[in-house]
């Protein structure tokens, strides 16, 4: 009996992780968003579509109205941040203070971008709640409170999919409808 609880032991020793494993130790590093984003800034909002595809050193992301046609894309690199509507094109080198600007709400893209991956960014501290399988359910950071409402498997991760993110008189709701990763 005990040779058999030696073998048992160690092939439960040599078991692959679990994904949540895997997702809460290795955050992806590059992806791409397909989903719904609700924004509610003051007396004012906007509701619709958006796809991000994030890069290690660039972004795109283009927000469509809900029946699909676009109404603004926002792009950045090393040399700064480009915004174009149908009135115009934009630029500047910080994100939040441009669409602050032109869209009438700050997208919090620096951080943002870590936070839709339910990681803290890596440039401040933070208040992290956790439930019990280790997902963050909510994360205090530069002024912002995201919560996370739902995670669901994408491969090797466990990734959101459903943000809220409120500073102040913004909230940004985004549900996830499709992650692409490398």
């Not at 040599?14 to 590093?29: D, I, K, L």
């Not at 401040?124 to 359910?137: H, L, P, Q």
Request: proline share 5%.
């Amino acid at each position: 009996m005990t040779v058999w609880l030696v073998c048992l032991l160690l092939l439960g020793g040599c078991a692959a992780p679990t994904v949540r494993q895997m997702g809460a130790a290795v955050p992806p590093h590059t992806f791409q968003l397909q989903g719904r984003i609700g924004v509610r800034y003051g007396t004012q909002g906007f509701s619709g579509n958006f796809n991000w595809r994030h890069g290690v050193q660039d972004d795109e992301i283009l927000l469509l109205s809900p029946l699909g046609q676009a109404v603004a894309r926002i792009e950045r690199d090393p040399t700064g941040v480009r915004l174009d509507t149908s009135d115009g094109h934009y630029a500047a080198q910080d994100a939040a203070e441009l669409t602050q600007s032109i869209l009438g709400w700050r997208l919090p893209l620096d951080g943002m971008q870590y936070w839709v991956t339910g990681q803290q960014a890596p440039d401040g501290a933070a208040n992290i709640t956790r439930d019990a399988a280790m997902n963050v359910i909510r994360l205090r950071q530069q002024q912002w409170e995201i919560e996370y409402p739902e995670y669901r498997a994408e491969g090797a991760y466990v990734l959101p999919s459903r943000v809220v993110m409120r500073n102040g008189t913004l909230e940004l709701k985004l549900v996830v409808d499709k992650w692409t990763l490398p």
